[in-house]
């Protein structure tokens, strides 16, 4: 015998249901949405294995990053018997790098960016030898053979290049220290140039791919990949302040760059999806720096200018140093 259910109960039971399918929804974000930004923090900022963020090709599968590694390699092979191996304590942090002492007066320290070791920088090293200058290349803080877990994005770590610097200053006389730096490290760079403490020697920064903020450059990184930035975005950058310290929306190189008072070169790509022109207008317009400029690449994507204009990209670094010397 079937018994068919009143008017009201069944007004009940879809009552229940939609109660329970919008407790569901309601719960969602709560839940999953924390679980998602972790996994996505942890994947792109924190170092999972002492393996992970080697001293490897970053994107083995990235014709041209396979280039760059390959060029570098090839300098650092022909220039290895200029190397000194070099170890230093940065607040606690065991940190490692290599110097390419050619007993010149001025030392350039290359800085790379997330997630490369101080092998990236080797692609950079040709410029410099050929201006007359040591070369200075290190492991980041978590990154190669260095110590550490998190990618702060310079917000803590940048006094790892100030104390760089210094050690170079005390223990090679070098009076003339500039930091070439591309993208996450070239915030880091201004960092170290534009806080109080930066000692004279520290003369200028050249900034290759500079974000306004990493809030702005990574919901870039999650458009281009076709993830949804709603409230997710904003819950990696709460991983950032839990496991790192750092506070990565309403700090960076916007906030930062009214400090800069150093010269500085900004460069850019007009293809760069992360760390747009538009961007890199702002900066360059709100850093008050009398030695100053920018300049406009129409060949590559982020962090790959040079090697799509390799003979005007040494250009431009040399006048720029012609520049910032002839003051």
């Given at each position: 015998?079937?018994?068919?259910?009143?008017?009201?109960?069944?007004?009940?039971?879809?009552?229940?249901?939609?109660?329970?399918?919008?407790?569901?929804?309601?719960?969602?974000?709560?839940?999953?949405?924390?679980?998602?930004?972790?996994?996505?923090?942890?994947?792109?900022?924190?170092?999972?294995?002492?393996?992970?963020?080697?001293?490897?090709?970053?994107?083995?599968n990235d014709y041209?990053?396979?280039?760059?590694?390959?060029?570098?390699?090839?300098?650092?092979?022909?220039?290895?018997?200029?190397?000194?191996?070099?170890?230093?304590?940065?607040?606690?942090?065991?940190?490692?790098?290599?110097?390419?002492?050619?007993?010149?007066?001025?030392?350039?320290?290359?800085?790379?960016?997330?997630?490369?070791?101080?092998?990236?920088?080797?692609?950079?090293?040709?410029?410099?030898?050929?201006?007359?200058?040591?070369?200075?290349?290190v492991d980041k803080?978590?990154?190669?053979?260095?110590?550490?877990?998190?990618?702060?994005?310079?917000?803590?770590?940048?006094?790892?290049?100030?104390?760089?610097?210094?050690?170079?200053?005390d223990n090679y006389?070098?009076?003339?220290?500039?930091?070439?730096?591309?993208?996450?490290?070239?915030?880091?760079?201004?960092?170290?140039?534009?806080?109080?403490?930066?000692?004279?020697?520290?003369?200028?920064?050249?900034?290759?791919?500079?974000?306004?903020?990493?809030?702005?450059?990574?919901?870039?990184?999650?458009?281009?990949?076709?993830?949804?930035?709603?409230?997710?975005?904003?819950?990696?950058?709460?991983?950032?302040?839990?496991?790192?310290?750092?506070?990565?929306?309403?700090?960076?190189?916007?906030?930062?760059?009214?400090?800069?008072?150093?010269?500085?070169?900004?460069?850019?790509?007009?293809?760069?999806?992360?760390?747009?022109?538009?961007?890199?207008?702002?900066?360059?317009?709100?850093?008050?720096?009398?030695?100053?400029?920018?300049?406009?690449?129409?060949?590559?994507?982020?962090?790959?200018?040079?090697?799509?204009?390799?003979?005007?990209?040494?250009?431009?670094?040399?006048?720029?140093?012609?520049?910032?010397?002839?003051?």
């Amino acid at each position: 015998m079937i018994t068919l259910l009143s008017t009201e109960q069944i007004y009940l039971i879809i009552i229940i249901v939609l109660a329970s399918i919008l407790g569901i929804l309601a719960l969602y974000p709560i839940v999953v949405y924390p679980f998602i930004a972790r996994q996505i923090y942890s994947l792109h900022l924190e170092r999972r294995t002492h393996e992970l963020w080697g001293r490897v090709c970053s994107e083995p599968n990235d014709y041209e990053q396979r280039i760059m590694r390959d060029k570098g390699l090839e300098w650092a092979k022909r220039n290895a018997e200029f190397k000194e191996d070099l170890h230093i304590v940065s607040e606690g942090y065991n940190l490692y790098g290599e110097y390419y002492n050619y007993h010149k007066e001025r030392t350039i320290l290359i800085i790379a960016g997330r997630a490369e070791s101080l092998c990236y920088g080797y692609y950079y090293a040709p410029i410099y030898e050929r201006l007359g200058y040591n070369i200075l290349l290190v492991d980041k803080r978590a990154h190669g053979l260095s110590d550490g877990k998190y990618e702060d994005c310079g917000q803590k770590s940048y006094i790892d290049y100030i104390n760089w610097a210094k050690y170079i200053h005390d223990n090679y006389g070098i009076n003339h220290i500039g930091f070439h730096a591309i993208c996450i490290g070239s915030s880091a760079a201004l960092y170290a140039c534009s806080d109080e403490k930066t000692p004279d020697y520290i003369e200028f920064e050249i900034a290759d791919g500079m974000y306004k903020t990493f809030r702005e450059s990574f919901k870039n990184h999650m458009k281009v990949a076709k993830r949804s930035t709603f409230i997710v975005l904003d819950e990696i950058l709460l991983n950032a302040k839990i496991h790192s310290g750092v506070n990565l929306i309403t700090d960076g190189p916007h906030y930062r760059i009214k400090k800069m008072h150093k010269p500085i070169l900004f460069i850019y790509t007009n293809l760069d999806k992360f760390s747009t022109p538009k961007d890199g207008k702002a900066l360059y317009e709100r850093c008050p720096s009398k030695i100053k400029d920018i300049k406009f690449f129409d060949k590559g994507g982020h962090s790959h200018v040079r090697i799509n204009n390799e003979e005007k990209y040494d250009a431009v670094v040399k006048e720029f140093l012609d520049k910032v010397y002839s003051e």
